[in-house]
């Protein structure tokens, strides 16, 4: 097990910055995941903690020993990549035993070490498979066994689950979770699917063109997020956003939403920007729930259904609010009809303010 | 009923036949005929004796093995042939070897000057051999390589065509196999030769088999190179049977047709490899 720093990491091709100067703590026995949309860098943090690229800026340390210079192989971490990168023409014992190839272990250690890797997989039956026999979920597991029997000291997965079907990328989700619980080893994983990173994560990293955004627990990115960006990346559906405008109605200060009649109440005691500043308003869809409701500060909202996506334990339905698309939701048996019109509304408390300008966070409300 | 199902089949089966399918056979046919009667004719007149060498039937009148008995029976001619192997098979490993080593780093490493490098490589193809051979004697000279294996087997140790090949092919094979093979801990030797190379086995072949029937029938060179008779490969001792008293059309062909087994063998072991390599070799080029 390791711990792993990167301070002020940059990593430039040409004249162009793909990384700018990134600082992230990646405690012992941790499961950190890079998430973000294509291009944002994390793979190419990922890469570089590996040391598959060098670094242009800054300082990769893995268990306090700065490791910039440092081989692939001298790093003592393993690594798991998109397309499994198993080899064809070996067969799966060959393929586990092929992170031992270089391990000072005997002939019957080392059989033993693929054997107890095979075991924990579940691929003791087919270990004298070859990999265009196996299924894409056995392939990704020979992939996790040869970086497995090493016993490494961090895993770096780059984005393993993205070539598997949806039901199997849950269940090897699930076993690359229970694999963690089971080893304790540091884990970095890169995804750009925030399921993925939501579920699996000690901490999640979001990143943005070649920055980190936020780093947090992902309830802590779910419920507080820093910014529209990770508003919107976290969570599913995404997070809706209604421009407003800051004023104040009836002594009490409120986001007006632009062309609708609709405010939502500010929490009194928060002095945030000047009356007639835009804003967005954020509502999760979770929170946004069709029908009316009693209480003085409820955000409500009356639009006309669109679409309705009934998923069993609750229905989205999407609204629209005169060219504003929002999405809400409804129990699970109940479905809207396309074309009426329905109230949704919003509980004090479940609505997220951010800076039109800046897109930062300002407050809940 | 039967018979009249049988022959509406045989009807739409002959309608289903287009012209330009008519055409094409045909010129393959023809094509088949050009190719083949010359080894024909090669094979019967190393079954006639000296007399019936120029009665052009196809079908020995009396068939004999002498010739094979003859030809077998002189050393000189089994020197021939193991001079001929050893240059072939050392030539085709060399080229199996080298060529897949400097196209692997030209495909998988990125380093100031490569595509000069390739380019100055791939440039040497426009260059006939005939104007190649003069430089090559000059260099064989100075160097003392005439008369020599060496001097037969080193203008072709390695070649612009076989780097080509191979680079081609290893531009196919997926970065990330390499990459795991380096956190793996491997040496970029260890992973080019038990990683990449397993990967291009089509490659390999079809260069291995193009490498080897180039040198098994090369001719001009060894020729040029070669002084004594102990050296001589197999074309050019075979050549020699048309020198000395009279040419020896029977004891030619008998030669020529031992000669084509092992190029035979070479290819009927590699052929499922050669149209994969070829084709391969084309669309990425």
Known sequence: MATIALDGVVKRYGKTTAVHGIDLNVADGEF????????CGKSTTLRMIAGLEDISGGTISIDGRIVNEAEPKDRNIAMVFQNYAIYPHMSVAQNIGFGLYTSKLSEPEKKKRIQETAGILGLENLLDRRPS???????QRVAIGRAMVRDPAAFLFDEPLSNLDAQLRTQMRLEIKKLHQRLGTTIVFVTHDQVEAMTMADRIVVMRDGR???VGTPIELYENPADVFTA???GSPTMNLLPARL?????QRVAALNGFNATAHLPGSQAIR???ADVLVGVRPHDLHVGSADGANNFTLLGEVSVVEPLGSETLVHLDLGGTSVIASAPGK????VGGRVTVHAQPGSLYLFDAKTERALCRM | MSMNAATLDHRSSFRSVRPGQVIAWTLLFLGGIVMITPILFMLSTSLK????????????????????????SDGRFLRWFLNSLFVAVAVTLSNVFFDSLVGYTLAKFRFRGRYFIFIAILSTLMIPTEMLVIPWYLMASSFGWIDTYWGIMFPGMMTAFGTFLMKQFFETVPDEFLEAARVDGLNEFSIWWRVAMPLVTPALSALAIFTFLGNWTAFFWPLIVTNSRELYTLPVGLSSFAVEQAIQWEMIMTGASLATIPTLFVFLLLQRYIVRGVMLAGLKG
Do not use: C, H, M
């Open chain 1, 32 to 39: 950190v995941v890079l998430v973000g949309p294509s291009g």
């Open chain 2, 49 to 72: 004796d000296a007399s019936q060498v120029y009665d052009l039937r196809l079908v020995p009148e009396s068939p004999t093995l002498d010739n094979y008995i003859t030809v077998l």
């Open chain 1, 133 to 139: 026999q196996l299924s894409g979920g056995q392939r």
């Open chain 1, 232 to 234: 919107r990346f976290i």
């Open chain 1, 334 to 337: 109940t479905v809207p009809k």
């Open chain 1, 274 to 276: 000047s009356d007639g």
């Open chain 1, 247 to 251: 004023s104040e109605k009836e002594g």
């Open chain 1, 212 to 214: 980190i955004l936020q």
